[in-house]
């Protein structure tokens, strides 16, 4: 069954560095996502994408943050400056069509910032 | 604004016995309801979700999940759990005029042999 694939699986990276995390969508789904979890949290939306430009945002997704469909495979998520408190499990989906059609989630990159 | 309540953190059941994990939500319409799980360094598999119809929802793995109006409950049952059903159980209501889903802070599940 395909996959969402997410790289790396564990980034380490100083405060204030730029840090990009990948993602490789299912190939013929349409809408994509991030989401993040701090641990011990809830699971939190972040972003969607469609046909190439954001449709939803939420607070946390700040200027700091952006997303890129580079090609026709991946979607990025890159964080310019990091900061103590972007420590989290950040998840990729995407889902092919319609609201009715599932999300399919990746296995998560665990980003620390030290 | 849309909210979920997962009230128990961890439960803790036997081989073979019946489980029920709550799912409260807060939502003025009707909502789109799931379950997801999450087993250790894996993503979130969807178990099941409710858009309409019928209140009783079969999903994956011998899950089913009930969506109660009165009681905005969406509660996830299974009538003998499994050892490989140890894991991490996500509630998430969603709607028609957003993108986004919106999580519970999940029930940890530990299965006793």
């Known amino acids: 069954e395909p996959e969402v694939t997410q790289t790396p699986s564990h980034q380490v990276t100083q405060m204030g560095q730029e840090v990009i995390l990948r993602c490789v969508p299912i190939?013929?789904?349409?809408?994509f996502y991030w989401y993040r979890q701090i641990l011990g949290q809830k699971v939190e939306f972040l972003v969607s994408f469609y046909n190439n430009e954001i449709s939803e945002k939420s607070e946390i997704f700040d200027d700091q943050f952006s997303v890129e469909r580079p090609d026709g495979s991946n979607f990025t998520l890159k964080i310019r400056s990091t900061k103590l408190e972007d420590s989290a499990m950040y998840f990729c989906?995407?889902?092919?069509?319609?609201?009715?059609?599932?999300?399919?989630f990746g296995n998560g990159t665990r980003l620390t910032v030290t | 604004a849309q909210s979920v309540t997962q009230p128990d953190i961890h439960i803790t059941v036997s081989e073979g016995a019946s489980l029920e994990l709550r799912c409260n939500y807060s939502?003025?319409?009707?909502?789109?309801l799931f379950w997801y799980v999450q087993s250790p360094g894996q993503g979130l598999q969807l178990l099941l979700k409710y858009f309409s119809g019928d209140t009783l929802v079969q999903g994956i793995k011998g899950f089913e999940a009930e969506f109660k109006r009165s009681q905005s409950s969406f509660n996830l049952r299974k009538p003998s759990v499994h050892w490989s059903d140890a894991a991490e159980y996500f509630c998430a209501v969603g709607s028609g005029g957003s993108e986004k889903l919106v999580f519970g802070k999940g029930t940890k599940l530990t299965v006793n042999p």
């Open positions: 190939s013929n789904h349409l809408y």
């Open positions: 939502y003025g319409a009707t909502p789109y």
């Open positions: 989906a995407s889902r092919r069509d319609s609201f009715n059609s599932p999300l399919h």
